[in-house]
C-alpha cells in the first residue's frame, strides 16, 4: 500500500520531509556512533537536541523569557490533574469552560483536587457551539479559569481568547498548537500533548509563567508531578521521552523553515475554508460546528443518514484518505487537517465529497 492521506485526530501525519531525515539519522545520529533511540538522554548530542527543541519552540511560537518550557510525559491527560495540584491549594476554586470532551475530562479531575465550577457547559446544544464567557461568568477568586482552546472532538474553537477580568487564563491548546498563532502572554499556562500537531505520541508540552514555579506546593503532590522540579532540572529529572522530544524538534524546524506558525495558520485557515465551503454547497453533506466556533483544524460533518455516512467513508478509504470516522460519541464524520496534511490530501478529500454527492444526484 503506498501512503494514505491520515485524518486521524491524533496520532497524526508528520511532513515526509521530518520522516526522511529521521530515518536518514536512525542509524548513527549526526556521526556520534549510535541511534537517538540507544543515546544517554545525559549525553552531550542529545542535550543539543533538546536545547534547540527549546529554542525553536520559543522562536517560532514567540514565548517570551518569563516563561518556561517543560518536555513532560503522561499526555494532556496528566495535565488536567498536574493543574490543579500545582496552581492550587486542596479545596480552591477554580473555573472550567465546559466545551467538550477533553474539557469534561479536565474539569473532573479538577473537581478532584478543589471547588472546580463550570462557569459554561456546551452540553445543551450537544457541543456544537462555543459559549460566550465573561468576567461575571467567572467566580473572581478563581485560581485560574481553563478552557480548552481547540475542541478535537466536536470541531469547535476560541477563535478569540475569552475576556477573563483578572483570572489567569490556563488553556489546553493539543490540537491547534502550531496550526494557528496562540499568544503566549495571554496564558498564565498552555499544554498540548505531541500527538496531534507537534510530533509522535509520548511528549507533552507545558509552557508556563515562571512565577508559578514559586508556589509552595501541598506535600501531597508526588515529585514527578510538580512543575518546579521538571523546571528545575531542564526536563530531566528522569528519563525524558528522548525519541519523541528529537522528532518534535524536527517538526519545530520544519515548521520554521516553512515561514514559522503565521504561515501554519494561513494555509490550514485556507484549506479548512475550501472543505467547509464544499460541504456546504452539496445537498447531502452538513458541517456540524456552528460557523463561528469552526476549528481550522478537526472539520466535523455528517451526512442525511449513518448509513449514507458508512457509505462515504468506504468510498473516502478506497481513494487512501483514511481515518475520517468521526468520534464514537458523535458519529458522522472528521477530517483533522494537522500541519503534516499535504495540501493534496485536502484535495483529495474535497474531490471525494464532490464524487460521492454528484453519485447520489443522478
Ligand atoms: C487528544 C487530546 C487530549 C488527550 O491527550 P492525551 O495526550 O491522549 O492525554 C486532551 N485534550 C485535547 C484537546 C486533545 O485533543
Request: proline share 5%; with cysteine.
Amino acid at each position: 500500500m503506498d501512503r494514505v492521506y491520515n485524518f486521524s485526530a491524533g496520532p497524526s501525519m508528520l511532513p515526509l520531509e521530518v520522516l526522511e531525515k529521521a530515518q536518514k539519522e536512525l542509524l548513527n545520529y549526526n556521526g556520534c556512533g549510535s541511534s537517538v533511540l540507544e543515546m544517554s538522554h545525559r549525553s552531550k548530542p542529545f542535550e543539543a537536541i533538546v536545547n534547540n527543541a527549546e529554542a525553536t519552540l520559543r522562536r517560532i511560537m514567540h514565548i517570551p523569557d518569563e516563561y518556561a518550557v517543560l518536555f513532560l510525559q503522561g499526555g494532556a491527560s496528566l495535565q488536567f490533574s498536574m493543574v490543579p495540584m500545582n496552581l492550587t491549594a486542596q479545596g480552591a476554586t477554580t473555573a472550567y469552560a465546559v466545551t467538550g470532551q477533553f474539557a469534561k475530562k479536565a474539569w473532573e479531575e479538577g473537581a478532584r483536587w478543589g471547588n472546580a465550577v463550570a462557569v459554561t457547559n456546551g452540553k445543551i446544544d450537544n457541543f456544537a457551539a462555543i459559549p460566550a464567557v465573561t468576567p461575571e461568568l467567572i467566580p473572581q477568586d478563581a485560581a485560574y479559569l481553563h478552557i480548552t482552546g481547540n475542541n478535537t472532538v466536536y470541531g469547535t474553537a476560541y477563535n478569540t481568547l475569552p475576556d477573563t477580568g483578572s483570572v489567569p487564563l490556563v488553556a489546553d491548546w493539543s490540537s491547534a498548537i502550531l496550526g494557528k498563532v496562540i499568544d503566549v502572554k495571554k496564558h498564565a499556562l498552555i499544554y498540548a500533548g505531541a500527538q496531534k500537531n507537534m510530533g509522535p505520541a509520548g511528549l507533552t508540552v507545558v509552557i508556563l509563567r515562571k512565577e508559578l514555579l514559586e508556589r509552595t506546593l501541598d506535600p501531597i503532590v508526588p515529585t514527578m508531578l510538580q512543575y518546579a522540579i521538571h523546571a528545575d532540572k531542564g526536563s530531566m529529572y528522569n528519563t525524558p521521552p528522548c525519541f519523541s522530544i528529537y522528532m518534535a524538534g524536527l517538526v519545530f524546524e520544519w515548521v520554521e523553515k516553512n515561514g514559522g506558525v503565521e504561515a501554519m495558520e494561513q494555509r490550514n485557515a485556507a484549506r479548512a475554508a475550501a472543505l467547509y465551503k464544499a460541504l456546504e454547497s452539496c445537498d447531502h453533506f452538513r458541517p456540524l460546528a456552528a460557523k463561528k466556533d469552526r476549528s481550522i483544524m478537526n472539520v466535523t460533518f455528517t451526512l442525511d443518514t449513518p448509513e449514507m455516512t458508512a457509505e462515504f467513508l468506504a468510498m473516502a478509504q478506497g481513494r487512501g484518505l483514511t481515518s475520517l470516522k468521526g468520534y464514537r460519541t458523535v458519529g458522522g464524520c472528521r477530517a483533522s487537517l494537522y500541519n503534516g496534511m499535504p495540501d493534496e490530501g485536502v484535495a483529495a478529500l474535497i474531490d471525494c465529497i464532490c464524487a460521492f454527492e454528484i453519485g447520489k444526484r443522478t
